[in-house]
Nanobody, 122 residues
Framework: QEQLVESGGGLVQAGGSLRLSCAASGRTFIGRTMGWFRQAPGKEREFVAAITWTGSSTYYADTVKGRFSISRDNAKNTVFLQMNSLKPEDTAVYYC???????????????WGQGTQVTVSS
């Protein structure tokens, strides 16, 4: 059964850091590009970062470029998001999923996990 379980969120002060993890189970994710997305209250879900299967290419939203870093451990079926220099506007529920680029826009897969809450206080 395909499953995505995000963890590592929490409450942090502005300027702080958090490391999110995403445990993926099932064959759907093998060989696939994975990404992180986030959804703030009252806003649509948005793309944050993506990484190819080999890790040779990474992609970031302009709002997090230079502060966030995505990585993966395929042996453990886990994707990570290191978040540094956090800002209050980074507050959101963070999700991981398959990621695909279509017409210059990133989309996630059909099935989403429960996400992990990140709250950044000013």
């Amino acid at each position: 059964q395909e499953q995505l379980v995000e963890s590592g969120g929490g409450l942090v002060q502005a300027g702080g850091s958090l490391r999110l993890s995403c445990a993926a189970s099932g064959r759907t994710f093998i060989g696939r590009t994975m990404g992180w997305f986030r959804q703030a209250p009252g806003k649509e879900r948005e793309f944050v970062a993506a990484i190819t299967w080999t890790g040779s290419s990474t992609y970031y939203a302009d709002t997090v470029k230079g502060r966030f870093s995505i990585s993966r451990d395929n042996a453990k079926n886990t994707v990570f998001l290191q978040m540094n220099s956090l800002k209050p506007e980074d507050t959101a529920v963070y999700y991981c999923n398959l990621a695909r680029l279509e017409r210059s826009r990133w989309f996630g897969g059909d099935s989403w996990g429960q996400g992990t809450q990140v709250t950044v206080s000013s």
